[in-house]
């Protein structure tokens, strides 16, 4: 299958100086739920260079982005992220607690150049909730309230761009739009391994079970993945559909965290494809607070993390792959004795030389306590690089694309 990367302008194609510049970033980050102190601010980091860039050039400069969903503990405003944002910076980024009432609107025609403003968490707003075609999006209040405020839309959301909201993939088609630094990265990361026959490796970890199942089939349906390594609990959810004597501890998370739905869709993909996707042969324990290893039919207790075994079963899978995609750890990196695993995996990557991709928050935090360099990409969405690789188009890219056509003789 081949992977088709639209044609989108950058921040090169536009001059932006004294103009009116909505920019979508994505800073929605792990915070403690109750304090609401911003826990990463490595996204903030990212997204500093499109905006840093910006006030160089003199734009005025209206920012808009989410922190998690509706009904999450981690669902709040973005009052915090404006502060983290401003220290990151070293200038003010003025907040207001309004996405696109009369206050917000305002307040962006009060901007002057090199002024940022951060609008109130955009899913606060019904219409964001919303996955719909972007013509429909192009029509909501969010949209058309804003669209007359500004001249250039840029999008540097590429962990959301999977998502076809109305801040994504409305305002590319009533705007002027491009990519920001961020996402013009991203595009380049997978033209690097867009093309590349054979080797490809993806070893895929963490929580997020259902997005992944569906990853999983598409990557082998298209032909995409050579190997595909299993860790965290979406393993032992195939570890359960492959049954697996695994202890009652165990089916009991699987079971609270609402997966046994996915078991037969991880068993129809093992009878089709199960010669591609390896599952762990062992892993860790917490017994009085130390970390104990054993073979996955052996272990007592809720498994925690991969073990030695594993990560040399998994060393020796990954030995000569041109290309490794990583996402979602391979335990509950939360506690130092269950990071072994998820830094096990990634120097084995590191060492096998191949051009690794680094997919989600999580696994940044794992490789910046890896002292070694490597070759390759740190991704900023871990599932809109999936969704991309599985063979579905990114809603962003696609929008940005329509966005490049209808505008670009006008620029």
Request: charged share 25%; with cysteine; net charge neutral.
């Amino acid at each position: 299958m081949s992977l088709k990367i639209p044609k989108v302008l950058t921040m090169d194609s536009f001059n932006f100086n004294n103009k009116y510049v909505l920019v979508r970033i994505d800073i929605n980050s792990p915070i403690n739920t109750e304090s609401k102190i911003i826990l990463d601010d490595a996204r903030f980091r990212e997204h500093a260079k499109t905006i840093r860039e910006l006030i160089e050039e003199k734009a005025c400069i209206t920012l808009i982005s989410h922190q998690g969903r509706p009904g999450d503990p981690d669902f709040t405003s973005l009052n915090g992220h404006a502060e983290l944002l401003s220290s990151i910076l070293g200038v003010e980024v003025r907040f207001i607690d309004d996405i696109c009432g009369p206050a917000a609107r305002e307040a962006i025609r009060r901007l002057n150049p090199s002024e940022v403003l951060l609008l109130e968490n955009v899913r606060f707003h019904s219409e964001e909730l919303l996955e719909r075609k972007p013509e429909l999006q192009a029509k909501t209040y969010l949209v058309s309230k804003l669209t007359p405020l500004f001249n250039y839309f840029i999008l540097d959301a590429f962990a959301t761009a999977h998502r076809s909201q109305p801040s994504i993939v409305g305002f590319p088609l009533t705007l002027k739009s491009c990519a920001g630094r961020i996402m013009e990265a991203e595009i380049e990361a997978l033209r690097k391994i867009y093309g590349e026959e054979g080797g490809k490796v993806f070893i895929l970890g963490g929580s997020k079970v259902h997005d992944s199942v569906k990853i999983i089939e598409n990557l082998l349906v298209n032909n995409v993945a050579d190997k595909i390594l299993l860790t965290g609990l979406l393993a032992l959810v195939f570890l359960y559909a492959k049954d697996a004597r695994l202890d009652s501890k165990v089916i009991e998370v699987i079971k609270e965290k609402g997966l046994m739905g996915e078991i037969p869709k991880a068993r129809e993909i093992l009878r089709k494809y199960g010669e591609y996707i390896k599952t762990p042969v062992d892993g860790a324990v917490e017994v009085d607070g130390r970390r104990v290893e054993g073979d996955i039919e052996s272990l007592r207790g809720r498994i925690m993390d991969i073990g030695a075994k594993t990560i040399n079963l998994y060393r020796e899978e990954i030995s000569g792959a041109n290309t490794i995609i990583i996402r979602g750890p391979a335990g509950v990196i939360e506690k130092d004795e269950f990071r072994i695993g998820s830094e096990g995996i990634v120097k084995a990557a590191i060492e096998s030389g191949a051009y690794i991709i680094f997919g989600g928050g999580h696994m940044r935090a794992v490789v910046d306590n890896t002292t070694a360099s490597f070759h390759g990409h740190m991704s900023t969405g871990g599932g809109a690089l999936l969704t991309f690789l599985s063979g579905e188009p990114l809603p962003g890219l696609e929008a940005l694309a329509i966005s490049a056509q209808k505008y670009l003789n006008s620029l």
